[in-house]
Each structure stands twice: as C-alpha cells, then as structure tokens.
C-alpha cells in the first residue's frame, strides 16, 4: 500500500493551496480517507476526511467553511483544497487510509496507511 502525498509549499497569509494524495495497493472506494497535520511540537489533529462512498464528509472546525476534501475514484486520488490560508495552518499534511468507522475517524491510531506528508508553510 502506497500514499504519495504532494502539492504543499509557501504560501502567503489568504492565499490557496491544493494538495493531493494518490493511494494505491487497496480498494480505493472500500477506505475512508482523511487529512491529518501536524505542527512541530503539537499533536496530529484531525483536518478532513470523506467517507468510503464519497458521500459524507467532515472536517474540523478550524477548517471548516476554508477547507474542502475531495476525491478522484479514477484517478485513486483524494484532494484537499486550502483556502484563505493564514500561519495557524502552517504543518506537515499527512493523507491515510482506513476501514475504521465514523466514530473513530479523528483518531490518527485508527488508520493503519499514511502518506509521508506534505509541507505547509503560511508566511509573508
């Protein structure tokens, strides 16, 4: 199982970024697959995540509203557009993968497959 996770960068306060994760090795449509960050010396915390059938999507509060989670079943690629960016989001993104049910999907211990992460960096 591979999560090849791109598309982070500099930004600067308000602006956008696109990230993407392209997963393969699993039944892309039978995962949940979320968006974790983690900022140096905090915890991963829980961004985004979209249901195995694409119909349900959750995000955390500090992005809601900014953030959108996507996915590309063709492509086995999920997304993560990031709007009106601001410094509180700058960390390492990470997309996984798991089977786990609605309740525990903000837990990073419940996903097994992780992508190496991205890096986000909101600063003028």
């Known amino acids: 199982v591979q999560l090849q996770a791109s598309g982070g960068g500099l930004v600067q306060p308000g602006g956008s970024l696109k990230l993407s994760c392209a997963i393969s090795g699993l039944t892309f449509s039978n995962y949940r697959k979320s968006w974790f960050r983690q900022a140096p010396g905090k915890e991963r915390e829980f961004v985004a995540q979209?249901?195995?059938?694409?119909?349900?999507?959750t995000y955390s509060d500090s992005v809601k509203g900014r953030f959108t989670i996507s996915r590309d079943n063709a492509k086995n690629t999920v997304y993560l557009q990031m709007n009106n960016l601001g410094p509180e989001d700058t960390a390492v993104y990470y997309c996984a993968a798991s089977r786990i049910i609605h309740s525990g999907m903000r837990v990073p211990s419940n996903y097994p497959y992780w992508g190496q992460g991205t890096q986000v960096t909101v600063s003028s």
């Open positions: 979209i249901s195995q059938n694409g119909g349900t999507t």
